[in-house]
């Protein structure tokens, strides 16, 4: 059985009181829940000062982005040492909105997927298509790109490490869910695409998170489909309610 994993990425949102905030109303409302692994995403800025609010909790730190050298003269960059430095346990590498407006390629994903895991970090790995790749019929193509590309040279030893989430472009922040079919068809082509790589074993260990206007109204028949196995929450992962209504669906 593999441990779902429900993550908010809170994307650039909330000041740093805002960030402390939130996740102090969230502490109490997930406490005690252990079969489900939760994680936040804050801003870089306010990543320490959430760290100090759920260091002793059951809540784990998550970043939405890691550059792949540990340090230089990268300006503006932030690299996965300095965010284990900092409490941090996971991070979202290759979001869409990272492909679409940072020009982040599959080789990069691969890049930082193989820094955070060297540090010790737990990668979430991102894929999915646009909605005109989808009404093309190239959904399946899109995906298996993004996984060969981002897992290129990655041994099972690796990949077993990472999560992956998938989330389809058009299902981000339109109100528009996938349906749990839709969903999970993909999500099945994810488990067969690794089982053919790197063999059945693995393909059964690693967790794929969905995401795309997920709510506490649609995460349960979502969560119940037998390949999804954990929620990458945007919109309603800002509010500590919803979130932990996500988190309760995954139990
Ligand atoms: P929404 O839940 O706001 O659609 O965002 C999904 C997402 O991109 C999470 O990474």
Same mark, same amino acid.
């Not at 829940?33 to 809540?59: G, Q, R």
């Not at 298996?144 to 990949?159: D, H, M, T």
């Given at each position: ?8 990425? @809170? ?56 550059? @792949? ?45 193989? #820094? ?54 058009? #299902? ?76 309760? #669906?995954?139990?």
């Amino acid at each position: 059985m593999r441990k779902k994993i429900i993550a908010g990425n @809170w994307k650039m949102n909330k000041l740093r009181g805002e960030a402390v905030e939130l996740v102090k109303e969230l502490v109490p409302l997930v406490e005690g829940i252990d079969a489900v692994d939760i994680v936040v995403c804050p801003v870089y800025v306010s990543l320490p000062a959430v760290y100090e609010i759920i260091k002793d909790t059951n809540i784990e730190l998550g970043a939405q982005d890691c550059f @792949w050298e540990d340090s230089g003269a990268y300006t503006g960059e932030i690299s996965a040492p300095m965010l284990k430095d900092v409490g941090v346990k996971y991070v979202v590498i290759g979001h869409s909105e990272r492909r679409q407006y940072f020009c982040e390629t599959d080789e990069w994903v691969n890049k930082k997927t193989k #820094a955070a895991l060297k540090t010790g970090l737990t990668p979430i790995v991102c894929v999915g298509e646009r909605l005109e790749e989808r009404e093309a019929g190239k959904t399946i193509d899109v995906i298996s790109g993004q996984l060969e590309g981002g897992f290129s040279g990655f041994e099972k030893a690796e990949i077993e490490k990472c999560v992956i989430a998938y989330e389809p472009v058009w #299902a981000i922040g339109t109100g528009k869910t996938a349906t749990p079919e839709q969903a999970q068809e993909v999500h099945s082509f994810i488990r067969g695409w690794l089982a053919e790589k790197f063999g059945k074993d693995v393909s059964e260990k690693i967790r794929i998170q969905y995401g795309g206007s997920v709510k506490p109204a649609n995460a349960k028949s979502l969560l119940s489909q037998p390949d999804i196995d954990g929620a990458l929450v945007g919109g309603a992962s800002l509010k500590a309610q919803d979130f932990a209504e996500i988190v309760k #669906a995954g139990l």
